[in-house]
């Protein structure tokens, strides 16, 4: 399975942007899928999570202001992210897993076993 994410970039403070990830490979519908990032100096986080049913779980952090979605069809998942704050400055990363993972270890970035190689977000203050 390969995850491509694309749609980081440059954007104020209170501007959005739209991040998507495209997989490819041996893929299913079943598979859960999510969002992490990592800013210099921190470890990786958690942001979102998707499940096959398209029920979302975000981060505290995020939650109201990022929206996570996915289109089996098309076999991408996006992240429409609004009211940016320079804090969610970071490198973004999609991941995805073979199948489904209950919803309370969806968080943890070693249930996920493939990644892509992440794209920036910077938000200027």
């Known amino acids: 399975v390969q995850l491509q994410a694309s749609g980081g970039g440059l954007v104020q403070t209170g501007g959005s942007l739209r991040l998507s990830c495209a997989a490819s490979?041996?893929?299913?519908?079943?598979?859960?899928m999510a969002w992490f990032r990592q800013a210099p100096g921190k470890e990786r986080e958690f942001v979102a999570a998707?499940?096959?049913?398209?029920?979302?779980t975000y981060a505290d952090s995020v939650k109201g202001r990022f929206t996570i979605s996915r289109d089996n069809a098309k076999n991408t998942m996006t992240l429409q992210m609004n009211s940016l704050k320079p804090e969610d400055t970071a490198v973004y990363y999609c991941?995805?897993?073979?199948?489904?993972?209950?919803?309370?270890?969806?968080?943890?970035?070693?249930?996920?076993?493939?990644w892509g190689h992440g794209t920036q977000v910077t938000v200027s203050s």
């Open positions: 991941a995805r897993r073979n199948g489904r993972i209950i919803l309370s270890a969806r968080h943890r970035a070693e249930a996920y076993g493939y």
């Open positions: 490979g041996r893929t299913t519908n079943n598979d859960d």
């Open positions: 998707i499940s096959t049913w398209g029920g979302g």
